[in-house]
């Protein structure tokens, strides 16, 4: 093998790859330089993959002795300047609740992809999404993106380090083993064709900079490491200077700048898609994997005149309450669909309480709904 | 009069002194004697990257000027794997506390030793949990009271030194926070070895090790207590295994040079 060849970055053009390796290039291509993960079951594909390309466009790749080791690793690298990611399965997300506190608190861009399976096993779930939420300590706004494609575990790739990156906060991509084991089509385009955001540093020397002063959208700007810039990263409450400070009112002021920063852009940061809604009466709103049994079932319903749409999340996390809302307004019911027992349902309910009837298609029984399903609830709704 | 100031106090972040380590700490001595052998060796602490997790030793850091990480319980050395293969010219320094780096920092602790990664650990063995309040650690000595073994620790401690050398570390070292001059020389030492130096200081704890274990809360009766169980090691080769027990063996285990971790490279074999 000719280890001296320098392989591309961006891999542009038609493959047929698995989810977890759309994964890995969605990553590449949005210019990680650093991954660290531990073996699971079914995420091994990332790291592997990672382990082969990432040296060989310039980047480091570590498999950490736990997944403890590779969240830190990860929240170090990123302080020092990386654009960093790591990436397990439902059993190990558990343990990287240590590390993502640390990165909301300190503010470190990381991305972190959380396979979802069924306990021990690699069946179908989407269990994990309250832990998505608020699976560290403390208080803080999760970002979390949910694609339901080979190709979308590409794309949102590349979104999930732009939020990243622009609003320095960990961003959690919720794959599922439905995409991350399936092959599909991947086009991935020209390099110049991408969008990428990368976190904007300081210009102020390091006598006038302030590493936790509100910037843009209220994060701040980013200092180098090692160049005496001399910024102290604690998860303890600090000031703007950095000094660890537990006055409730600078305490207050950090809780908020550092919730409101993403809270207050939800219009930045939520995406949907709809189907079908223009004069749906009934809406599905799913997200993930279940997106494509819901969008099957939704036009066995249209082929039988029932009026039903789709409202597509991208965005898991924060709710996209604006686009939810509009639904709730103009449908006369809408059916939460989800592969647990019932969780992310409560968050459609609470934005459409008062508006419309709400349902709910949940299974956890380590299987994706069939349409079948979906249309025979979708059937019961409507009648 | 003019007041004398320490020239050290130049390396501190002097808006966040006074430090908040008890009085007769031995914390205070290991970050003078560390900000001196800064000087001595001419480094630039303001370009070094200084690691605390949680306990009294892990503030070391915030007082220095220096890019400081802190404030998660063990995981110092997964920070810096990152920081280090991320940027592998940044000289990083971890302040640990017993219970931070050998009891839930463990596992981090022998793997990156094993991996030489290039970091140096100074690692405050005061032989307890003190910022907690005085509880039991993996390095509290055999039938110890402390406040989680009222009846004495049934278990046996562990000796960092020798799991340092046994993990795979290129530098090891071991001194108490009484002597100045060798644990300054060592701090030199490990600051200047390429590869994985850790360096143990025993450090008397008499707020909470001294009034429980020793039943002295006096600074200088806990130092005693420690010089009284030390002996070098030149003098440790001429006694039985029996005669070793309980004593904090002084000096230098390991001084070796072996390639450093630096993450996967794809283009550096030939």
Not at chain 1, 174 to 182: F, H
Not at chain 2, 137 to 159: K, Q, V
């Amino acid at each position: 093998m000719d280890t001296k060849k320098k392989e591309e970055r961006v891999l542009t053009g038609v493959h047929f790859m698995p989810g977890n390796y759309a994964n890995v290039e969605g990553a590449l291509s949005a210019g990680c330089d650093f991954f660290a993960g531990y073996p699971i079951t079914p995420a091994n594909e990332i790291s592997e993959r990672m382990a082969k390309r990432l040296p060989a466009v310039g980047g480091k790749f570590m498999q950490g002795e736990d997944e403890l080791c590779s969240i830190f690793a990860v929240a170090g690298a990123s302080l020092a300047g990386a654009k960093a990611m790591t990436a397990t399965a439902s059993a190990g997300y558990n343990y990287l609740q240590e590390g993502l506190e640390y990165a909301y608190a300190v503010e470190a861009p990381c991305v972190i992809t959380d396979v979802q399976r069924c306990r021990g096993e690699n069946y179908a779930s989407q269990a994990d999404v309250m832990q998505m939420r608020w699976g560290a300590a403390g208080d803080y706004e999760a970002i979390c993106l949910a694609p339901s494609s080979v190709q979308e575990l590409y794309d949102y790739t590349i979104k999930a380090f732009n939020l990243a990156e622009e609003f320095r906060n960990p961003v959690v991509i919720m794959s599922e083993t439905t995409i991350a084991l399936m092959r599909e089509r991947l086009e991935i385009p020209a390099e110049d064709k991408l969008n990428i955001i990368n976190r904007k540093y300081t210009n102020l020397s390091p006598k006038e900079y302030k590493p936790y002063a509100a910037g843009e959208f209220g994060v701040p700007d980013f200092a180098p490491m090692g160049e005496g810039f001399n910024t102290i990263r604690s998860i303890n409450p600090h000031d703007e200077i950095g000094n660890i400070d537990w006055d409730p009112e600078v305490f207050d002021k950090l809780c908020k700048r550092l919730t409101g920063k993403i809270s207050e852009n939800k219009d930045r940061i939520c995406e949907t898609e709809s189907f079908y809604m223009d004069d749906a009466e009934v809406a599905l709103i799913a997200y993930g994997s279940e997106v494509r049994p819901a969008l099957d079932a939704v036009e066995m319903a249209r082929n039988s005149g029932m009026k039903v749409g789709l409202l597509k999340l991208v965005t898991v996390w924060p709710v996209p309450e604006k686009q939810i809302d509009e639904i709730a307004k103009q449908v006369r019911a809408v059916i939460s669909v989800e592969m647990n027992i019932g969780k992310y349902a409560a968050e459609i309910e609470r934005v459409c309480a008062g508006r419309c009837n709400t349902h709910r298609i949940t299974k956890n029984r380590g299987l994706i709904h069939s349409p079948e399903e979906i249309f025979n609830g979708i059937k019961e709704v409507w009648a | 009069m003019s007041q004398v100031i320490n020239p050290l106090r130049k390396y501190t972040r002097e808006d966040k002194l006074p430090h908040f380590f008890c009085a007769g700490c031995g914390c205070g001595q290991i970050f003078n004697y560390f900000l001196r052998a800064v000087d001595e060796l001419g480094l630039d602490l303001e370009k070094m990257v200084t690691i605390g997790g949680v306990g009294c030793t892990a503030r070391i850091p915030v007082y220095m000027k220096t890019d400081t990480l802190h404030g998660i319980h063990g995981r110092t050395l997964a920070w810096a794997s990152g920081i280090k293969l991320h940027k592998p010219e940044t000289p990083i320094v971890i302040f640990a506390g017993d219970g931070d780096l050998a009891s839930i920092g463990g596992n981090h602790f022998i793997h990156a030793a094993r991996r030489n990664l290039d970091v140096t650990v100074i690692v405050a063995n005061n032989l307890n949990f003190a910022m907690t309040g005085g509880q039991v650690a993996p390095t509290t000595p055999y039938d110890s009271i402390t406040m989680t073994t009222p009846y004495g620790s049934s278990e046996p401690d562990f000796d960092i030194c020798k799991l340092a050398e046994a993990a795979g570390a290129t530098y090891v070292s071991r001194w108490t926070a009484n002597k100045p001059i060798q644990a300054t020389k060592a701090i030199k030492d490990a600051l200047s070895h390429k590869g994985f130096s850790l360096l143990e200081i025993v450090s008397q704890c008499p707020t909470h090790f001294g009034r429980y274990a020793l039943k002295t809360g006096n600074p200088t009766k806990v130092v005693e207590w420690i010089e009284e169980n030390s002996i070098t090691l030149p003098k440790a080769e001429n006694l039985t295994e029996e005669e070793k027990e309980g004593k904090f063996i002084l000096g230098e285990f390991v001084n070796k040079e072996k390639p450093v971790y630096g993450g996967t490279t794809a283009y550096e074999k030939e």
